[in-house]
């Protein structure tokens, strides 16, 4: 239908953020009858779905909206959405008095209720959306991805999040079973299942129930019919317990790439970031997974410069990366956020340049370890699953555990599983020719 409203989303922060904005738009489209648009200048509601992890989204956030607001068309509308709009509430309207409704992270169900209500701002973090259907749009064919949980219990001192996205509480399994089961009968085959700490799954429901984990998940989601391939984030690695780790070694639908969120070395800096687990824990959770996962890829995020870390304290970091052998890492500066605890350590931040220089030092190191490593896959032959063909004849897939492969192809390839033997490598990626 040409007379339907067009909707622009822009989207920034992590993947619950990408799934949030599916939520958005699937809700505006079968409630309110928009279609999605990506040309700005053609949108009749424009929604920016925001993050406020470090001050920089923050900062880009109002540039931005600035920019939508210069670009739109006349009369349209601009909504902001997620973190910052959790956060900064009312402010938001306040600073950019033509933006046209505020909804926070935890508040995405009423989405529809607020689009035509000038002024609108629903941010409660008390909200419970956990039981709500959410409609879902597709942005990827084969892989859906499924919020478990809402909010954070945890209280890392550096971490915005439990105060944008509020208490934990899970979603319950049978809804997230038969989200997975819909998404399957629709073509995926890969499931990404998405939480803050996803090990402290079933601890907090709607309504009481017996004991769940998100090991009994994981078997639960696997029995699955058609579900191929199942991956997830994040781990908590205090909360890695046994039980889980051998449930991920023997289950054969779990791909085989972990993300363990180390955010420092230093057992003294993960204690003033409330962490729970020293350098020593970590290592042995790293160390349990490669013993029982053979050709396991770990991943992690790591907080440089955070206040007080001494340079002893960053070389703790750096054994770590070095025994650990980490195959990505997503390195951030610490930055100061409203609200949370670390704030009280405003005397022992440290001066930017030496933030910098330690990052340049993490990804050096970093990088002579990939330099290293990926090359020994030159000649190996890799299963793929294909997702997406390029323009230039090129088809691109993951192996199970979650290394990009490219290669010549067709659609014909797509959704399939084929192996490919490894002709090139990048830092982090490869290429080779299907063999099968
Ligand atoms: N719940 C997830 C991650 C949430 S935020 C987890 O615990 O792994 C994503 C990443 O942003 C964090 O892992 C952390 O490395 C980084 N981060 C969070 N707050 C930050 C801050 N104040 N400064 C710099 N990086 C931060
Ligand atoms: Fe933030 Fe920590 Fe919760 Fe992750 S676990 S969202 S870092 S408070
Ligand atoms: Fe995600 Fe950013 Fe919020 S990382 S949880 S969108 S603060």
Redesign the pocket.
């Known amino acids: 239908m040409s007379s339907n409203k067009k909707l622009f989303i822009q989207t920034l922060g992590c993947q619950m953020n990408d799934t949030d904005s599916q939520h958005i738009q699937a809700e505006l489209e079968k409630h309110k009858g928009y279609v999605a648009t990506q040309n700005i200048e053609d949108a009749d509601l424009i929604i920016i779905n925001t993050c406020s992890v470090r001050e920089k989204p923050v900062q880009k956030l109002f540039s931005e909206i600035g920019q939508f607001n210069k670009k739109k068309k006349e009369g349209a509308k601009i909504g902001v959405c997620g973190c910052t709009a959790s956060h900064l509430g009312q402010d938001i309207i306040k600073r950019a008095p033509y933006v046209d409704f505020v909804v926070g992270a935890r508040n995405i169900s009423k989405i529809k209720d607020v689009v035509d209500v000038k002024g609108a701002v629903e941010v409660s973090i008390d909200n419970d959306e956990s039981t709500y259907e959410f409609s879902t749009a597709k942005t990827n064919k084969y892989r859906a991805s499924v919020n478990i949980s809402v909010g954070?219990?945890?209280?890392?001192s550096?971490?915005i999040?439990?105060s944008t996205r509020g208490e934990e509480i899970s979603i319950p399994p049978e809804m997230i079973v038969e989200q997975v089961r819909k998404s399957v009968e629709q073509g995926a085959v890969e499931v990404m299942l998405l939480g803050?700490?996803v090990n402290s799954y079933g601890r907090r429901f709607s309504d009481k129930r017996e004991k769940y984990t998100f090991t009994k998940l994981l078997q639960d989601v696997s029995k699955i019919d058609g579900l191929e391939r199942i991956r997830f984030t994040?781990p908590?690695p205090l909360h890695m317990d046994d039980e889980f780790i051998e449930e991920f070694a023997k289950n054969p639908k779990i791909s085989k790439c972990i993300h363990m969120?180390l955010?420092s070395g230093s057992t003294s800096v993960l204690k003033t970031m409330k962490?729970g687990y020293s350098k020593e824990w970590f290592l042995n959770r790293a160390n349990k997974m490669r013993e029982l996962v053979p050709n396991l890829r770990i991943t992690t995020d790591i907080i440089v410069a955070f206040p007080g870390e001494t340079q002893e304290d960053f070389l703790d970091t750096l054994d770590v990366v070095e025994q650990v052998k980490f195959d990505q890492i997503f390195n951030f500066k610490y930055s100061p956020r409203p609200g949370t605890e670390a704030l009280n350590l405003k005397d022992k931040e440290l001066p930017d340049e030496i933030g910098s220089q330690r990052l340049i030092d993490l990804i050096e190191l970093h990088k002579r370890y990939l330099e290293e490593s990926m090359p020994k896959l030159i000649g190996e032959t890799l299963n793929i699953l294909v997702e997406s063909l390029k323009p230039n004849g090129e088809v691109s897939g993951y192996t199970d555990n979650y290394l990009q492969v490219f290669a010549k192809g067709s659609d014909e390839l797509l959704g399939k599983f084929v192996n490919v033997k490894i002709t090139d490598v990048t830092r982090t990626s490869l290429k080779g020719e299907v063999v099968n």
């Open positions: 954070c219990d945890k209280k890392c550096y971490c999040v439990p803050q700490n994040s908590h969120p955010q962490r």
